[in-house]
């Protein structure tokens, strides 16, 4: 008998971001983050979880139709066994259920955009992974509950249980058991936040948010100046959500945005995720918030060269207007994003 389920996960996008591990194999992060979940059908990563008794032995996982290999105690091995120990404990308790944390398992995952681009992938994918066995295995646990998981699998992955404003807290625990997501607010709070994704480069990133943060943590005295500062823009910006201030939220993303760069700057050898290109939309954005005599735009850029720009619906407008100037579109890069077809890989 299989037993199947399939899971979706978006991207979340942060605006106080986590940069830097103080545990590296239980992924607990030197600062609390805060992001937001990207309500989109372009930016997800699909996830399809089997169980079969006849299966041959040992787990195998599919990414984008490629097999990778899933060890024991990698990333994904790791979350694999919390989830298949949570769900022997419901065996335990209920001698009824099909023994699933026993059988061996066929994951298929999808995005449908770029991946390792500074998208975030990471973050859906192991989101999506940790949903479809938490659903697979029909677990009973809630989503902050699951996000511990998803934690240890990618960082900003356990922000990407939630829709909306999401807050994942550093915690004080050396297990890791209060390093969890929380939402902040729904997305129906404040929906006419918007995101405009550019797309500067889709190739994979040149240095990993794994080993750049490592490398932040082991040389930047700026970071230490940037752990001081984050608490209170954590309390700042989920302030502003709550009162729907977009010129204060904007100030406080642009502004954690520019920091976390300095901070891969100050990192030895130095880190450039920014590439002029980059640099130019923060040039249009300034200029374009000038122009208005307020902030109705805000940038952020993670671990690549990809903008993401946040604004409130009824200015979506203006800011296309003043992109679509400076870049215009070409035709072939019309649609970045091509979407992949999600049938499931030979031998599943
Ligand atoms: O979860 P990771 O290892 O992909 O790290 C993500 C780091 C940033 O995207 C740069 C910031 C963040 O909080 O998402």
Known sequence: MVYEATATAPVNIACIKYWGKRDTKLILPTNSSLSVTLDQDHLRST???????SFEKGDRLWLNGKEEVVKPDGRL?????????????EEEK???????????LRIASYNNFPTAAGLASSASGLAALVASLARLYQLPQN????????????????????GG????????????????AEEIEPQSHWPEMHAIICVVSDAKKGTSSTSGMQRTVETST???????????????????????NFEEFAKITMKDSNSFHSVCLDTFPPIFYLNDVSKSIISVIEELNKSNGKIIAAYTFDAGPNAVIYSLKENI????????????????????????????PENF
């Open 47 to 53: 996830t399809t979880s089997r169980a079969d008794e």
């Open 77 to 89: 091995g790791v979350c694999i066994k919390e989830l298949r120990n949570w769900r022997s404990v």
């Open 94 to 104: 209920d001698s009824s259920l099909p023994k699933l944390s026993q059988w061996p």
């Open 143 to 162: 989503a902050s509950q699951l996000s511990l998981i998803a934690r240890q699998g990618s960082g900003s992955a356990c922000r990407s249980l939630f």
């Open 165 to 180: 404003f999401v807050a994942w807290r550093e915690g004080e625990k050396s297990d890791g058991s209060d390093s969890l």
């Open 222 to 244: 700026l970071l230490k100046e940037r752990l001081k500062i984050v608490p209170e823009r954590m309390k700042l910006i989920s302030k502003a959500i709550k009162d729907k």
């Open 317 to 344: 407008p203006k800011v296309l207007g003043a992109i679509n100037k400076f870049f215009p579109t070409s035709e072939e890069s019309k649609d970045p994003f091509k979407l992949t077809p999600v049938d499931l």
